[in-house]
C-alpha cells in the first residue's frame, strides 16, 4: 500500500525513504513547475511554523525561501539592501504599530 504526498521535499528524502525500507516514487521538476512546487511547499512550511514557532520550522521556511530567491535569480545580497531602505524609509516591525484605519 502506497501513501501519497504529491509535494517538493528535500533533495535527501528519497535516500532516506530507502534506508528505512520503502520505495520512494518520485519524479523531478524545474522552470514553472518548480517555483509553483516552491510556492505551495513555502505555504506548507509558514503553516507549520504558525502551529509550532520553533527555530527548526523557521529554518524550514528561511529554506524554502533561499530555494525561491535562486529560481527567480534574485541576490542575496539585493534582497539585504532592499530590505536596509524600506527599514530606513517606513521603518521595521518591531514596535508592532497596527494601522486601524486612515480618516480623510
Request: aromatic share 4%; no cysteine; hydrophobic share 35%.
Amino acid at each position: 500500500m502506497a501513501e501519497e504526498f504529491d509535494k517538493l521535499v528535500r533533495d535527501r528524502i528519497p535516500r532516506i525513504v530507502r534506508e528505512n525500507g520503502e520505495e520512494p516514487v518520485t519524479h523531478e521538476v524545474s522552470g514553472a513547475e518548480y517555483r509553483d512546487r516552491l510556492h505551495e511547499k513555502l505555504d506548507e512550511e509558514v503553516a507549520e511554523f504558525h502551529d509550532e514557532p520553533s527555530a527548526a520550522e523557521m529554518a524550514d521556511v528561511l529554506a524554502v525561501l533561499d530555494a525561491l530567491r535562486e529560481s527567480h535569480g534574485i541576490e542575496a545580497s539585493e534582497i539585504e539592501r532592499v530590505r536596509r531602505e524600506k527599514a530606513e524609509e517606513r521603518g521595521e516591525f518591531e514596535d508592532g504599530v497596527v494601522l486601524e484605519a486612515v480618516r480623510r
